[in-house]
């Protein structure tokens, strides 16, 4: 297998902490793409990924699967153990809803609050400032509900480190600070993403 990635880019890096997780990492080739340098937008990646988007993993007969999640879910059903998507009804339920609402009410305003307003972001994004700075409020909102539901919980989607974890810790480790704001605001959240990066995965 064959994993199209990124370093500082924070999909694949969802992917690879789900590798070292399922303690499979040494058995996935690794091929890095200079995002800065445009590298997902090469005629021969679009061949592998038409959308210029990382991840992609290759099987070993070619086959192509992209999006993150589908990714993780493709290694968690040859991979079972530690499970990290749900060992019962209301277990994959709840590390579902989680996910979709980390994803919908902070990842999403996040991601759009940064990539709408960041000059780095210029190459990348048909850049609409209002609609960011629009999103970094909504973001802001966010991260303060978030902040309140962290502070009765150790883990978002229950009482075991699951996929829901790696959204939301990775999302809060990269998007907080391209917003410039700051996660030590954030007492209960800061908490969390500590202890949850402190895990070996987290370490790449
Ligand atoms: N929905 C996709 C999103 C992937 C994604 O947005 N990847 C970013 C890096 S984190 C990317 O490739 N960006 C390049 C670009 O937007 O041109 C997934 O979950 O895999």
Redesign the pocket.
């Given at each position: 297998m064959k994993l199209y990635s990124?370093k500082l880019?924070?999909?694949?890096l969802k992917v690879l902490i789900f590798l070292k997780e399922k303690a499979i990492f040494d058995q996935v080739e690794i091929i890095d793409l200079d995002?800065g340098k445009l590298e997902?937008?090469t005629p021969e990646y679009k061949a592998i990924a038409p959308n210029?988007?990382?991840?992609a993993l290759v099987l070993d007969d070619n086959t192509i699967i992209?999006?993150?999640?589908a990714i993780c879910r493709y290694l968690e059903s040859l991979y079972p153990e530690p499970n990290l998507f749900g060992e019962n009804p209301m277990e994959i339920a709840s590390i579902e809803m989680w996910y979709s609402r980390v994803t919908y009410e902070l990842m999403v305003p996040l991601m759009h609050g940064f990539r709408h307003t960041h000059p780095h972001m210029s190459q990348?994004?048909d850049q609409n400032q209002e609609y960011g700075l629009a999103q970094r409020k909504l973001a802001i909102k966010a991260l303060d509900a978030y902040d309140e539901i962290m502070a009765a919980r150790e883990y978002i989607a229950g009482e075991r480190f699951t996929y829901a974890d790696i959204q939301m810790v990775t999302s809060l480790q990269f998007l907080v600070r391209l917003n410039r704001l700051d996660i030590a605001d954030y007492e209960n959240l800061n908490d969390y993403t500590n202890q949850v990066s402190n895990r070996p995965s987290f370490s790449i």
């Open positions: 990124s880019a924070p999909s694949p995002l997902h937008k210029s988007k990382v991840p992209l999006e993150t999640t990348m994004e």
